[in-house]
T-cell receptor
Framework: NAGVTQTPKFQVLKTGQSMTLQCAQD?????MSWYRQDPGMGLRLIHY???????DQGEVPNGYNVSRSTTEDFPLRLLSAAPSQTSVYFC????????????FGEGSWLTVV | AQKITQTQPGMFVQEKEAVTLDCTYD???????LFWYKQPSSGEMIFLIY??????QNATEGRYSLNFQKARKSANLVISASQLGDSAMYFC?????????????FGTGTRLTIIP
């Protein structure tokens, strides 16, 4: 997807390991967010940010940390991975109020063993 | 709090028939946006259509149209003349202000299967 770069695409972690999923956008969007999608399920909001220096929790924030030091980047950190965090993760950006398109990264398939 | 409800977990439709996927929403914001996304088995999220709360006309994009009924808080997606390639998961989403911050909320999705 043009404008949103999400890495890595695939990752296997051992329980207790930490890692960071990267999300970068070049569209100068204020709004960035992370979702997780479990098999056959919808998107659940983990954390979101409405601008540099501002973050807030979504519906499933436990076990995840975020920061937004620049407009372009919004990394998601798993501090101590658990098997329950096995999921597909999507980063999404949005121009904000009255924007008419949400842009998604390609997704990150994370397995915690 | 804002919420999106998609009540159809799965649907089976004959090829070439029209399909309506239901979406109802709840928000106290007066200005909001509604989106539909398609997710094929390959996993990527594909934008289909957008409707602003102040748009008086229903949005249309090719075979997709959004049946927007503001008073009923519904934003159903209509796919005309369905094709085998329409088989996918479909998500309804909303952008609205919650506690002073804009927020995007997604429904749980509807899995559409087109039968030849």
């Amino acid at each position: 997807n043009a404008g949103v770069t999400q890495t890595p695409k695939f990752q296997v972690l051992k329980t207790g390991q930490s890692m960071t999923l990267q999300c970068a956008q070049d569209m100068n969007h204020e709004y960035m967010s992370w979702y997780r999608q479990d098999p056959g399920m919808g998107l659940r909001l983990i954390h979101y940010s409405v601008g540099a220096g501002i973050t807030d929790q979504g519906e499933v924030p436990n076990g995840y940390n975020v920061s937004r030091s620049t407009t372009e980047d919004f990394p998601l950190r798993l501090l101590s991975a658990a098997p329950s965090q096995t999921s597909v993760y999507f980063c999404a950006t949005y121009a904000g109020y009255r924007g008419n398109t949400i842009y998604f990264g390609e997704g990150s398939w994370l397995t915690v063993v | 709090a804002q919420k999106i409800t998609q009540t159809q977990p799965g649907m089976f439709v004959q090829e070439k028939e029209a399909v309506t996927l239901d979406c109802t929403y709840d928000t106290s914001d007066q200005s909001y946006g509604l989106f539909w996304y398609k997710q094929p088995s390959s996993g990527e999220m594909i934008f289909l259509i957008y409707q602003g709360s102040y748009d008086e006309q229903n949005a249309t994009e090719g075979r997709y149209s959004l049946n927007f009924q503001k008073a009923r808080k519904s934003a159903n997606l209509v796919i005309s003349a369905s094709q085998l390639g329409d088989s996918a998961m479909y998500f309804c989403a909303m952008s609205a202000i919650t506690f002073g911050n804009e927020k995007l909320t997604f429904g749980t999705g509807t899995r559409l299967t087109i039968i030849p």
